[in-house]
């Protein structure tokens, strides 16, 4: 009885332990500032083009999702023309390193040669 007791204490603790574990989910972003706004559009990487942004996330599809709409988001439009965010879930890329602002609506300026309409 008491072997049984153990078990189960053992089994709960790793199901426990293992539906809390949060990975590390790293994104990876790279602004494209709109002509003259480089200083004010970079000052959310303390200065520089580049930085990346740790969020928490179960699972590499979370951190997908999180990099869509948490990385990609813009209400900057005359500040920030562009994102690029790629995301790792653990150390390996999500979703092959591919490209998650690509198409997102908040960049209507993302194609054109500055940032008015």
Known sequence: MLIRKSTCAV????????????????????????????????????????????????SASQCAAKAKKEGCANSRYEITKYKKVTAEYDGKPVQGGKDFCVGH?????????????
């Open 11 to 58: 089994a709960l603790f790793l199901l426990a332990s293992g539906a809390a574990y949060a990975g590390e989910c790293v994104l990876h972003v790279t602004r494209t500032a709109c002509p003259g706004q480089e200083t004010v559009s970079y000052s959310k990487c303390n200065g520089a083009q580049s930085c990346d942004e740790k969020k928490s996330a179960a």
């Open 105 to 117: 609506p908040d960049f209507p300026y993302a194609n054109k040669p500055d940032c008015k309409k």
